[in-house]
């Protein structure tokens, strides 16, 4: 099927944002503690820990204690609170958020720079491969550090412990294809007790330990951090992880809208996760002992495998958002023109968010399965997932200051002001984590340059390939007008002929005259072109332009949220005039066999790669949604 191969470049038209479901805003609230917050809510299970390791330089000692602390809660305040829920919040792509749809928006902003806008694409397009890793990351440390705890209930069960979080994580993503509808009404409830129970246990130690409160001073950060010099960095990478998951406040914000998301964070998520740092803070205080890990020690011995148990949920839960994460952006890459095609299956019929694509879903776990058993344990995989977050986190900002200044229209000064502060906080963050870059940091970077290579290559590739479609093709039009229909035989149905290029004759067209000499009653013309906004109304989803008095051109829109069933599309043609009978239709694909050629067009081996993926490209006729028995395949070769 068609598309637009950069579909930032399609044509802007006015869109409309699907009206959701009303629901209450306690209902909403609650669906966001539980997808929106696992990830950050499981960061207690390893982040005090890690910054007093050997290899931080950080002694433990109640001056650090109280520092370290404080650095995390007032990184909370900053990073989470101020960036995030008060600032990028507000940059909403027609109400979605994540990576690529503030690409999309920074893009816009800056079109009539087209350099500039090339720059920006490219960097939103790598912010989004790190994406990723983090869906690899992410259920591998939190269930890791989960089982962890199985240790400090029972050493003898340490050697368990990895074969215990595979076992987890295989049957998390075995049982992604039965779609995750029973098990997200689960998730608002068990992360509302996951957070109940952050908070209950940390105030229980800073009642036995109220000296710990001297951390809401920022001061006492400041203290902490200007003190340790140059290794301040190694601190601050272990500080970062306190932060993993703050991503997901603007992923998530189409699904929940921006006020859920902020009275969670406000009312219940930011309030828990001080109030255990803070008790994790005291207990070592009393016990420097707990160090081994503090999370668990702040449980009594009898509540402690019900702790496990709980933190293995909230875990799952985490993990469950990022997996679901990565189908959407992948789905997002593919409708943007930055992926080939792949399977995706729906597995609800009532919420179209619901997707499960098995390619992503295999490649994940064979990462986290990988990742297990390299790493093997929450503190080896810590300097891994920090630096995947904070260059993201980085790209993030960037993003943003050119939607503030050009997007929103704001002085200089005042974007630079509202933007600079955090840019310089990311990048302190960034170089924090990559002092641990041969320690695992290596990890995510590797695999982001990876998929950045994949992407752009594909990106590249298909404007090639229709630059190529278009030297070799013959105008349209003219080609109408030329034939002869007197002498034709003609079938009595309606033909689809599908084409990247709407101006140039559809090469499943030209052969059906020539080897079959047959030309059909009714003939569409039809393109489908993505937008870079989420989505596309039905009143705005079909443009039909009459050729000749048996031709026609048909333009179907979607957003990048949208499921392109185009037979569904076809029907409101009839409100525009074009009948499409679905029992009496045709649709005429044209598959390019890609011929990489020696020329300027890109490296013999990205030509070779972008052949290897058109090649292995998913169905066109499962992406569209389109019968199987009314679908006519032709090849073509195009030279790129």
């Not at 944002?17 to 990830?39: C, E, F, K, M, N």
């Not at 001073?217 to 993993?244: C, E, K, M, S, Y």
Request: charged share 15%; glycine share 8%; aromatic share 10%.
């Amino acid at each position: 099927m068609s598309r637009a191969p950069d579909a930032l470049d399609a044509p802007q038209r006015p869109t409309s944002t699907p009206s959701p479901t009303r629901q209450g805003l306690a209902a909403l609230t609650l669906g966001a503690i539980g997808v929106v917050y696992g990830d950050i809510g499981t960061s207690p299970l390893y982040t005090v820990k890690e910054i007093f390791l050997p290899a931080t330089g950080v002694a433990l000692n109640a001056a650090n204690l109280v520092g370290a602390i404080s650095a995390i809660f007032w990184s909370l305040m900053l990073v989470v609170t101020l960036k995030y829920v008060v600032l990028i919040l507000r940059a909403d792509n027609r109400g979605e958020g994540g990576g690529l749809a503030l690409t999309a928006l920074a893009a816009k902003a800056v079109a009539d720079r087209p350099r500039l806008r090339s720059g920006l694409l490219l960097l939103g397009v790598f912010g989004a491969t790190l994406f990723y890793g983090d869906s690899i990351i992410t259920p591998a440390i939190s269930v890791l550090g989960a089982m962890e705890g199985l240790e400090v209930a029972t050493p003898v069960l340490k050697p368990r412990v990895v074969p215990f979080s595979l076992v987890v994580l295989t049957g998390l993503f075995v049982m992604q294809r039965h779609g995750t509808a029973v098990v997200g009404r689960l998730f608002g409830p068990v992360i509302l007790l996951w957070f109940v129970t952050l908070a209950v246990s940390g105030t229980v130690h800073i009642a036995r330990q109220p000296a710990i409160l001297a951390a809401l001073n920022p001061l006492q950060a400041w203290h902490f951090l200007a003190d340790r010099g140059w290794q301040v960095f190694a601190a601050l990478g272990a500080i970062v992880l306190a932060l993993t998951g703050a991503e997901a406040l603007y992923a998530d914000m189409g699904h929940f809208g921006r006020r859920p998301i902020r009275l969670a964070w406000s009312l219940l998520v930011m309030p828990s996760l001080a109030l255990n740092y803070l008790g994790q803070g005291a207990l070592l205080m009393r016990d420097p002992s707990a160090i081994e890990n503090p999370f668990f020690r702040l449980f009594p011995d009898s509540w402690m495998l019900p702790a496990v148990g709980l933190a293995t949920a909230a875990a799952i839960i985490a993990s469950q958002a990022v997996i679901s994460g990565a189908y959407s952006m992948t789905r997002q890459a593919i409708q943007l023109g930055y992926l080939p095609r792949m399977a995706v299956r729906h597995t609800s019929a009532r919420e179209a968010g619901q997707i499960y694509l098995p390619a992503v879903n295999w490649a994940l776990l064979a990462g986290v399965v990988a990742a297990v058993l390299h790493f093997g344990s929450s503190s080896a995989l810590a300097g891994a997932y920090g630096i995947a977050v904070t260059v993201t986190m980085l790209i993030t900002t960037v993003l943003t200051y050119f939607v503030v200044r050009h997007g929103w229209g704001l002085p200089a000064p005042l974007a630079l002001g509202s933007t600079a502060f955090f840019l310089t906080l990311d990048a302190l963050l960034v170089t924090g984590c990559a002092v641990k870059f041969f320690e695992g940091g290596w990890f995510p970077l590797a695999m982001g340059l990876g998929l950045f290579v994949i992407m752009s290559t594909w990106a590249r590739g298909r404007q090639l390939l229709l630059a190529s479609i278009r030297s070799d093709g013959l105008a349209l039009q003219p080609f109408i007008d030329s034939l002869d229909r007197s002498t034709m035989h003609r079938a009595g149905r309606t033909a689809v002929y599908t084409v990247t290029d709407p101006d140039t004759v559809p090469q499943a067209l030209m052969h059906n005259l020539k080897h079959n000499q047959v030309l059909h009653e009714r003939n569409i013309i039809l393109t489908v072109v993505f937008h870079d906004v989420p989505w596309i109304g039905m009143e705005q989803r079909v443009d039909v332009q009459p050729l000749a008095r048996d031709f026609w051109r048909v333009t179907l829109h979607f957003g990048f949220m949208n499921t392109p069933e185009v037979p569904k599309a076809l029907v409101l043609c009839r409100a525009r005039g074009l009948d499409v009978p679905l029992f009496e239709t045709s649709y005429f694909l044209s598959r390019e066999t890609v011929v990489p050629t020696t020329g300027s067009g890109m490296a013999r081996w990205r030509e070779r790669l972008f052949a290897t993926m058109s090649r292995n490209a998913g169905s066109v006729v499962e992406y569209f949604g389109l019968p199987d028995n009314a679908v006519i395949e032709l090849g073509t070769r195009v030279q790129i």
